[in-house]
């Protein structure tokens, strides 16, 4: 899992969040436009998105209680179903400063027949971003295209209730967004990344791999050992006149004592977002001060 990590570091951020992404259909602003809702209810979202897929179920987990929820297709041959989870609604400001309403239908995977949440499963959502029109209406303005990836250890999303407006900043010219950290913990060691969440309104919705986001292994080293390492990578967006700012990632701390890696810490890397393969990718590297 480091090596993955400090690849995406080095390589910087080949992956996307949405493998797929280069099949998805073409956005359609007046498509989009033509979705209206009376209000965000989870009644009124869940019948627009997902009519004929939605079917009673029940799954004693805390987590899944405290959202308002509902079973999603069938049941498979191994008694596993999709439960929709709605995250309460997000308010941010687009690029020219208008209000929007993010909402966040998380996916999670259920084991129907004992009512058990797979919790090391992972989750997906799906984002939907409306503005509120002067009849009362909610009017779509963007979307993902397909279920996007959220990581963290038991299978729970890392972009929790308020990350956005906590982190929301400009990403580009006409562009704002959230960058987050995914983690993930296993047998004492700790690793992060780096994702960035855009909310285009030319275009989908979508998360990406941004960069290692650090490491550590206090969980079963102590400090003192050789063995020890802990190390984090801080990022800084650089604003210039660009539809995608820069995004700068330096690193500090101890890192893993691997021969196979290359030096990377108090080293920065600049990382730019190639819009035709949808991922963000390295451009610079330079010694930080």
């Given at each position: 899992?480091?090596?993955?990590?400090?690849?995406?570091?080095?390589?910087?951020?080949?992956?996307?969040?949405?493998?797929?992404?280069?099949?998805?259909?073409?956005?359609?602003?007046?498509?989009?436009?033509?979705?209206?809702?009376?209000?965000?209810?989870?009644?009124?979202?869940?019948?627009?998105?997902?009519?004929?897929?939605?079917?009673?179920?029940?799954?004693?987990?805390?987590?899944?209680?405290?959202?308002?929820?509902?079973?999603?297709?069938?049941?498979?041959?191994?008694?596993?179903?999709?439960?929709?989870?709605?995250?309460?609604?997000?308010?941010?400001?687009?690029?020219?400063?208008?209000?929007?309403?993010?909402?966040?239908?998380?996916?999670?995977?259920?084991?129907?027949?004992?009512?058990?949440?797979?919790?090391?499963?992972?989750?997906?959502?799906?984002?939907?971003?409306?503005?509120?029109?002067?009849?009362?209406?909610?009017?779509?303005?963007?979307?993902?295209?397909?279920?996007?990836?959220?990581?963290?250890?038991?299978?729970?999303?890392?972009?929790?209730?308020?990350?956005?407006?906590?982190?929301?900043?400009?990403?580009?010219?006409?562009?704002?967004?959230?960058?987050?950290?995914?983690?993930?913990?296993?047998?004492?060691?700790?690793?992060?990344?780096?994702?960035?969440?855009?909310?285009?309104?030319?275009?989908?919705?979508?998360?990406?791999?941004?960069?290692?986001?650090?490491?550590?292994?206090?969980?079963y080293q102590e400090e003192d050992s050789p063995l020890y390492y802990d190390y984090e990578g801080v990022v800084k967006v650089i604003?210039?006149?660009?539809?995608?700012?820069?995004?700068?990632?330096?690193?500090?701390?101890?890192?893993?004592?691997?021969?196979?890696?290359?030096?990377?810490?108090?080293?920065?890397f600049v990382m730019k977002f190639n819009p035709v393969k949808k991922v963000y990718e390295t451009t610079s590297s330079f010694a930080?001060?």
């Amino acid at each position: 899992m480091k090596k993955l990590l400090l690849s995406l570091a080095l390589s910087l951020g080949t992956l996307s969040a949405i493998p797929a992404m280069a099949a998805a259909p073409a956005f359609s602003a007046s498509q989009i436009a033509q979705v209206k809702i009376t209000d965000l209810s989870f009644k009124e979202v869940m019948r627009e998105f997902y009519s004929g897929q939605m079917r009673p179920t029940s799954v004693s987990d805390e987590y899944i209680d405290s959202m308002p929820n509902i079973g999603l297709g069938q049941v498979d041959t191994n008694g596993v179903r999709l439960v929709a989870l709605m995250h309460p609604i997000e308010f941010y400001d687009n690029a020219k400063g208008e209000p929007r309403y993010l909402v966040t239908i998380e996916k999670v995977i259920v084991n129907d027949e004992s009512s058990e949440y797979c919790f090391p499963c992972g989750s997906t959502a799906d984002l939907f971003s409306f503005k509120k029109l002067s009849n009362g209406q909610f009017q779509l303005v963007s979307r993902t295209s397909e279920s996007v990836v959220f990581y963290e250890h038991w299978g729970l999303m890392n972009l929790r209730n308020n990350d956005i407006k906590d982190t929301l900043q400009p990403l580009g010219k006409n562009l704002v967004g959230s960058i987050f950290i995914s983690d993930y913990m296993l047998q004492g060691q700790t690793t992060g990344g780096w994702a960035v969440l855009q909310l285009p309104e030319n275009d989908f919705i979508n998360t990406y791999m941004l960069g290692d986001a650090g490491a550590d292994n206090s969980g079963y080293q102590e400090e003192d050992s050789p063995l020890y390492y802990d190390y984090e990578g801080v990022v800084k967006v650089i604003p210039e006149n660009a539809a995608y700012y820069p995004i700068m990632l330096t690193y500090k701390g101890v890192p893993p004592d691997d021969p196979e890696l290359p030096d990377f810490i108090n080293k920065s890397f600049v990382m730019k977002f190639n819009p035709v393969k949808k991922v963000y990718e390295t451009t610079s590297s330079f010694a930080a001060l």
